[in-house]
């Protein structure tokens, strides 16, 4: 349908709020704005539907929401034989309002629905599907994103985002609902009455904090230590209590919050970016940091899936990207776990470091590698429920990491948990988190990485983000910095071509494309699939780090050149 017969349709539907149709009204002379509403539905990604809050078919707003979880709940209809829904909500705007909406619909349909009575992370909700034993789990969250953003994450009852062979199912489903007539809908007080409609209360979290405790390597070196100084940042999200509240369990004695950030915000207020990718977004927690000598300062996003670290280090603070965090987590897991499983196996994707490879080799374990997206970590781990191996570890580069199985996606109350232990243990021997990364450097090798995110939004955004990923495949690629190609994985057609020829990748099928360089350095380009962006990474392998270093900023500059030229 014409986008513009599309809003006419919609400014004009008294099934629409009035203060609904008067946003549509306010834009009616703005072809553009109309035309970016309308020209097509919010689509899910590699994390279900996020976007900007407004009124139209591509805009995060209660119609949108209502529809979409009529098409999920029919899905689960067609799936399962006895259906419940949890529903966990993030701080950000109309969050408790687009979790209450999915609620309605879902109970409307017959379905239970379990709605978390106030904000909760990401990870308790993976964890609640499981441990209530729901068919699918959805939380509204735009995860790091600006605060005109928000999101719909969608559960199997497996606790993992559902994977793309679900995910289109869903939106068949969600497709075929032609007129808002389709979508049941009833009212709170009626939900409540037939008793679709139950709240969970602390009794839920309790249960996923002592999940959480049990996921320690060492449950006692943090109380041991007793000079052990953390400064923490939920950066205004959900993982104020939860993280205060495990840091209190495992007995920390000096555990410094910022308090300015602990505090839900929907604007996020102190930050530019509600990102720990974003060094800035430690400014707060730095000066707390200071001011208290702590070892190091984390912050975790306003889901509390990702969490970011920046250590103490010779009288300086000193930020870890995501693959540093992770080779360190690896590192410490595999060295410090006392019942290893015969078999263990950790998960990362194709976009991370190359370094955690060889790290894994050398304790004898097992790698698998897989595309981006947490939700296919989590598969790994279901693929092994048989116990024919056993997961330990998985992560990815964009700082989301997860031990043991209870959890099915990124968790960072998990996460900061071990970096705390971690700091402990390597306190005690004299030792920062940057000594120990430098001792795995000089020990598999040096290696730096780098992302660039190229921002491409509305309509003309998507179609240059095409026009790219196809100029790449039909102009291929010879050489780098100096440095020849060794070989390219196109994930569109599952293929890795070398000169020997073409093999299958054995993953499935992505728009991905992944260039290896002769020395074992690396990069690679991908549209995000949660926001308006190209992604292109770099990873560098060198002798030292001023070698990386130099080699990145020359791999870096050239293949970005290459991407920036293209129309």
């Known amino acids: 349908m014409d986008y513009k017969k599309k809003y006419n349709e919609w400014l004009n539907n008294d099934y629409f709020s009035d203060e609904f149709r008067q946003e549509l009204k306010s834009i009616e002379n703005d072809e553009k704005e109309i035309e970016e509403r309308f020209y097509k539905d919010m689509e899910f990604g590699t994390g279900g539907m996020r976007g900007t809050i407004g009124a139209g078919t591509n805009r995060m707003n209660e119609y949108v929401i209502r529809k979409a979880s009529q098409g999920f709940c029919n899905f689960a209809l067609n799936r399962y034989k006895e259906n419940s829904i949890v529903i966990a909500h993030d701080c950000r705007h109309k969050s408790p309002e687009f979790a209450l909406e999915t609620a309605l619909v879902f109970a409307a349909n017959g379905v239970k629905a379990y709605l978390f009575e106030s904000l909760r992370s990401t990870p308790e909700l993976s964890y609640a599907v499981r441990h209530l034993n729901a068919s699918v789990g959805v939380v509204v969250t735009a995860s790091h994103n600006p605060p005109a953003y928000n999101g719909y994450k969608v559960y199997g009852d497996d606790g993992c985002q559902l994977l793309p062979v679900d995910a289109d199912k869903v ?46 390597i060492d449950p006692n070196v943090i109380a041991e230590v007793e000079d052990l100084k953390i400064v923490y940042s939920a950066l205004h999200g959900t993982g104020a209590r939860p993280i205060e509240l495990i840091m209190k369990r495992r007995g920390l004695k000096h555990f410094y919050p910022v308090k300015e950030q602990m505090v839900a915000d929907s604007n996020f207020s102190t930050l530019k970016s509600p990102n720990p990718e974003d060094v800035s977004a430690f400014e707060y927690g730095i000066e707390l940091a200071k001011e208290k000598d702590a070892d190091v300062v984390i912050a975790t996003d306003p889901d509390c899936d990702r969490v970011g670290v920046v250590v103490k280090h010779e009288g300086d603070y000193v930020a870890l990207n995501g693959n540093q965090t992770g080779v360190l987590l690896v590192d410490y897991v595999l060295g410090n776990t006392k019942d290893m499983p015969e078999k263990p196996f950790l998960v990362n994707t194709i976009v991370t470091s190359g370094m955690a490879e060889k790290i894994i080799k050398s304790y004898g374990a097992e790698l698998m590698s897989t595309l981006t997206g947490f939700k296919f970590i989590g598969e790994q781990i279901k693929l092994h429920e048989d116990g024919s191996k056993q997961f330990l570890f998985g992560y990815e580069e964009s700082y989301g990491y997860l031990a043991g199985t209870h959890v099915r996606d990124k968790d960072a109350v998990i996460a900061t948990m071990l970096v705390v232990e971690m700091v402990a243990t390597y306190k005690k021997q004299g030792k920062t988190l940057m000594d120990v990364l430098d001792g795995l450097y000089k020990k598999v090798g040096y290696y730096q990485e780098s992302l660039t995110s190229i921002v491409l939004e509305g309509k003309a955004g998507l179609e240059k983000i095409a026009r790219v990923m196809s100029s790449l495949r039909e102009n291929p690629i010879q050489s780098v910095a100096g440095l020849e190609m060794d070989k390219v994985m196109d994930c569109l057609d599952q293929t890795i071509t070398s000169k020997e020829g073409k093999v299958d990748n054995g993953l499935p099928k992505s728009n991905v494309l992944k260039y290896y360089l002769e020395d074992g350095s690396w990069f690679a380009a991908r549209p995000s699939g949660t926001e308006p962006k190209l992604k292109v990474y770099f990873s560098v392998v060198g002798d030292t780090r001023e070698h990386c270093l130099e080699k990145l900023a020359k791999v870096e500059k050239e293949v970005l050149e290459i991407v920036k030229s293209i129309d």
Do not use: C, H, R
């Open 171 to 216: 939106v068949e489903e969600v497709n075929k609902i032609q007129s808002f007539d389709e979508v049941k809908y009833m009212t709170k007080e009626e939900a409540i009455e037939k008793g679709l409609l139950v709240y969970l209360d602390e009794q839920q979290d309790n249960d996923y904090l002592d999940m959480v405790e049990s996921a320690a």
